[in-house]
């Protein structure tokens, strides 16, 4: 069946990138034939511009050009590198696309042209308000026509990022009527149940993250054949910072490892393909991160870690993950003294592969449940 799916704008994110494509491999592997909805959120329809505001606008760049995107962060040179590779990513194995739809309005008016059977809204956060506040409805199917009963409306891991409810009483009005319309709903974190039913008065179902339903021989194949390997304490922080940099040097002396980096080093120093990213994962005998999909892929690949709670990106995310494995404590908050037993106690892969085994059943029989009614659908 032909299935669309939308998710937040691929771009410099090598979680987003991922979960696209898993979510993806995984429809395909069901027989599916999906396609990524390619909803961009961060450009506009091209307008006449007056040539003094396009002479201001230029101005302020040229003044602001050499501050970082975020301290201790990236660059503009980094973000196009990172840009350049994340595109090839995607042109290689987040395919096929639908064209770009730069508005609402031209999403409702060219969608139906694509006929699909489904529309899968997911993964990532896809539901968080602040990132989709000027297209919310989008995100909710708002887009498909009211009289539309053919085209499956399914959510999977979506994710509101937070356990609380951050939309206002008329968009929360106006998702409720869209949600309710819903063929199923699975959110990424548990505490997502409850916003439905009490916001959006809809059941939902708790679901893993798309890129745990792989399997990690799934992800090495992705990585290129070297011989070169790498070992160590891996670092990949988005944010940085002194307490994070200590907690980094204290998890390195303890091991007695040598650190190596997933991000750029320097600025102006490219920042790896997503394909070497994960190589750094594999390789690793430790991993220090405040990424969530950092996270998980220190899970898929059996590795040690110390995640460092991000409360500006959502901690709700890592709570939800980590309990789901038992792994609490594996969660720190920035500046905390993490003892050494932690970081030298390797934790109970046995106990938590059986858990992910038990959990990918549960979100593989979701989506064939989710999906099942539509083979009967004729185009």
């Known amino acids: 069946m032909k299935i669309g799916i939308l998710t937040l704008s691929l771009r410099a994110n090598y979680g987003g990138n991922l979960q696209a494509f898993a979510l993806m491999t995984v429809l395909r592997d069901l027989g599916h034939d999906p396609y990524l909805i390619n909803r961009e959120r961060h450009k506009v329809a091209p307008i006449k511009v007056p040539l003094v505001v396009l002479y201001r606008a230029a101005k302020k760049y040229l003044l602001c050009r050499n501050v970082s995107i975020r301290s201790g962060t990236l660059d503009h040179r980094e973000i196009a590198t990172l840009t350049r590779y994340a595109r090839e990513f995607i042109n290689k194995h987040v395919q096929p696309q639908t064209k770009e739809f730069l508005s609402s309005r031209a999403l409702s008016r060219d969608i139906g042209r694509y006929r699909f059977d489904a529309i899968i809204v997911g993964s990532d956060q896809v539901w968080r308000r602040n990132y989709i506040a000027k297209c919310f409805t989008d995100f909710f199917l708002g887009f498909l026509p009211n009289d539309d009963v053919r085209t499956r409306r399914i959510a999977y891991a979506a994710s509101f990022g937070t356990s609380d409810w951050l939309f206002t009483p008329e968009e929360t009005r106006r998702c409720a009527n869209l949600a309710q319309r819903f063929h199923a709903i699975g959110v990424r974190e548990d505490s997502g149940i409850g916003l439905c039913k009490q916001y959006l008065g809809v059941d939902a179902e708790h679901v893993i993250d798309p890129t745990l339903l792989l399997e990690p021989s799934r992800y090495t194949r992705l990585i290129p054949d070297v011989k070169e390997t790498r070992s160590g304490v891996l670092v990949y922080v988005l944010?940085?910072?002194?307490?994070?940099?200590?907690?980094?040097?204290?998890?390195?002396?303890?091991?007695?490892?040598?650190?190596?980096?997933?991000?750029?080093?320097a600025p102006g120093e490219p920042a790896p393909p997503v394909e070497d990213w994960l190589r750094g994962f594999r390789d690793a005998d430790f991993v220090v991160t405040d990424s969530f999909h950092g996270t998980v892929f220190s899970i898929l690949f059996e590795k040690p870690f110390i995640a460092v709670g991000n409360a500006q990106r959502g901690m709700t995310r890592f709570e939800a993950l980590l309990r789901m494995f038992g792994l609490e404590n594996r969660l720190v908050a920035a500046g905390a003294v993490v003892d050494s037993e932690t970081i030298r106690t390797s934790p109970d892969w046995r106990h938590i592969n059986a858990v992910l085994a038990s959990e990918r059943a549960k979100a593989m029989a979701f989506l064939r449940g989710a999906l099942d009614p539509i083979h009967a659908t004729e185009r």
């Open 239 to 265: 944010d940085n910072s002194n307490e994070k940099q200590h907690l980094v040097r204290h998890v390195s002396e303890c091991l007695g490892l040598p650190i190596f980096e997933v991000n750029a080093h």
